[in-house]
């Protein structure tokens, strides 16, 4: 048996017991969930209970479907929040991989949609009009704010046609269907050597790893360069990958001071004497979510206070490709303890997964390993388009509208948002907005997607238990296609900025 409560509380409580009756194992489960603001004084108690008919049936299942048939029944309403997972997890006393399974098949469903740092929402899709593969589909009623990726259009369509027409008839394709070498193949590195020598970069074949993606390479470095319970320093506010990394990894995460320029190298030298600081993962170049960028003076402070302490370095330069003629990686100061790591994810497309990992000579057979045990070698036809591109100028004509297009609309997001506080960069995929007055981060961000808006808040990238900056992070890349509709959201999050706090606070 599956019982769902509701109660008026603003917190929510689960509970999971499994008793054996008449030969059959019956579930309960007790949910209290939080009151929907929107509807003042309703009653919101409610109790469902329907039975399963076998005992042999998985556990995410059985929560899938018993929040399935809530949502079909019109229980839960469309926009409503889903517990955390972790959460959840916790109250049922399940794993949270099976939390994870209950919402992944939901989203199979189309019933909801998630997003790191805004949680899992019921969808409005009216699934009886709506074919398969929901999941691939955009939030149509909502305009997307939250997730960085590169603005793309019909010469990236095109690219990948014509690149798609050579391949078909290319004689060389022997090479791709190989599982080795697990570095990447040697006309891969190669170019991709070249591609980072132009960065400023020390760069050979045999000290770079061709990698799945920039998040894969700085796993395969922080794998490589640690052990359990070493301390690993990183900005205040990270990407939310190296703070689960770390977590995973069994690491003790410290976050630095910083300013708009990024880390401030006397934080960085007093945790150095304070702790046996391991590692230094860094992002110079647009950190997200705060857009800082260090200049060249500040990367040579950091680059000499890590060789002093002698600490390792993880440069996260995703973001690099995107800024013209920018000062050189952190690598280019100290490459004997530098791993370097970026991707064309960012500055060509998001689904163009090649990245490149730089190392030094004497950690490669190391990095090796962890490659080979987080996926056996990269994708060898991603990694040919990349090189292709990388050879014909392809790369160099998508990025050069990449800055174009991203320049284009960082002037429609001054122009509307000129009177607010924020750090961005003229080719940033992302600004770092502060927030006004007596608005705070949470109720920001709900009253911005009460009003169409997707926007994530700082929870996902701080490190410990730093306080609330009061400022989310804004995209504006691809996840909002259409230049109208950017607009449209910039406006709408301008005169959100513009109004009373406390107008648009629920009243309970």
């Known amino acids: 048996m599956i019982r769902l409560i509701r109660t008026g509380a603003p917190w929510l409580t689960l509970s999971f017991a499994s008793q054996v009756i008449r030969g059959a194992v019956v579930m309960s489960i007790v949910v209290l969930d939080h009151c929907n603001i929107r509807r003042k004084g309703a009653s919101m108690r409610w109790t469902w209970k329907p039975v399963l008919s076998s005992p042999e049936g998985a556990k995410y299942r059985a929560i899938a479907d018993a929040i399935a048939a809530a949502i079909n029944s019109g229980e839960l309403r469309p926009g409503e929040r889903l517990p955390p997972q972790r959460d959840l997890s916790f109250r049922m006393e399940v794993s949270v991989q099976t939390v994870f399974q209950a919402y992944a098949e939901l989203e199979r469903r189309g019933l909801v949609s998630g997003e790191v740092g805004r949680g899992t929402y019921v969808r409005y899709a009216n699934l009886d009009k709506v074919p398969g593969s929901i999941v691939d589909k955009r939030e149509e009623e909502?305009?997307?704010?939250?997730?960085?990726?590169?603005?793309?259009?019909?010469?990236?369509?095109?690219?990948?046609?014509?690149?798609?027409?050579?391949?078909?008839?290319?004689?060389?394709?022997?090479?791709?269907?190989s599982n080795r070498p697990i570095v990447g193949l040697h006309h891969h590195r190669s170019l991709g050597a070249d591609w980072l020598k132009a960065l400023g970069l020390k760069a050979s074949s045999e000290t770079i790893l061709i990698t799945n993606g920039c998040q894969h390479g700085l796993w395969?470095?922080?794998?490589?360069?640690?052990?359990?319970?070493?301390?690993?320093?990183?900005?205040?506010?990270?990407?939310?990958?190296?703070?689960?990394?770390?977590?995973?990894?069994?690491?003790?995460?410290?976050?630095?001071?910083?300013d708009s320029s990024g880390v401030l190298p006397d934080a960085f030298a007093a945790l150095c004497s304070r702790e046996r600081v391991k590692v230094l993962c860094l992002t110079p170049t647009l950190n997200n979510p705060t857009a800082s960028f260090m200049d060249e003076v500040r990367r040579r402070a950091i680059a000499e206070i890590a060789r002093k302490f002698n600490?390792?370095?993880?440069?996260d330069d995703v973001f690099g490709?995107?800024?013209?003629?920018?000062?050189?990686?952190?690598?280019?100061?100290?490459?004997?303890?530098?791993?370097?790591?970026?991707?064309?994810?960012?500055s060509v497309m998001h689904s163009l997964r090649t990245g490149y990992l730089l190392v030094p000579e004497d950690l490669v057979s190391r990095a090796v390993s962890r490659l080979r045990t987080t996926g056996w070698m990269s994708n060898s036809f991603g990694a040919e388009i990349s090189c292709r591109w990388l050879s014909d100028g392809t790369t160099a004509e998508l990025i050069a509208w990449q800055r174009q297009k991203l320049g284009q609309r960082h002037k429609i997001l001054e122009r509307a948002l000129k009177d607010f506080q924020k750090n961005t960069n003229s080719t940033s995929l992302h600004v770092w907005l502060s927030l006004p007055g007596l608005w705070r981060t949470g109720p920001f961000i709900e009253e911005a997607r009460r009003r169409g808006v997707l926007i994530t808040g700082p929870d996902p990238f701080i490190v410990g238990r730093e306080a609330d900056p009061h400022a989310v992070r804004l995209t504006i890349g691809d996840s909002v296609r259409e230049d109208d509709d950017f607009k449209r959201g910039i406006e709408t999050l301008a005169q959100l900025l513009s109004s009373d706090a406390g107008s648009c606070l629920p009243h309970i």
């Open 220 to 258: 395969v470095a922080l794998a490589s360069l640690t052990e359990p319970g070493d301390v690993v320093a990183s900005d205040h506010l990270v990407d939310s990958s190296v703070i689960t990394s770390s977590t995973i990894l069994k690491l003790q995460l410290r976050g630095l001071a910083s």
């Open 311 to 315: 600490v390792w370095i993880i440069e």
């Open 321 to 346: 490709p995107l800024v013209e003629k920018g000062p050189p990686p952190i690598a280019a100061f100290a490459p004997e303890r530098t791993c370097y790591a970026t991707s064309f994810s960012k």
């Open 142 to 177: 909502f305009l997307d704010f939250s997730t960085i990726a590169p603005i793309v259009g019909e010469a990236h369509v095109q690219a990948l046609r014509d690149m798609l027409a050579v391949l078909s008839k290319s004689r060389g394709l022997e090479p791709l269907l």
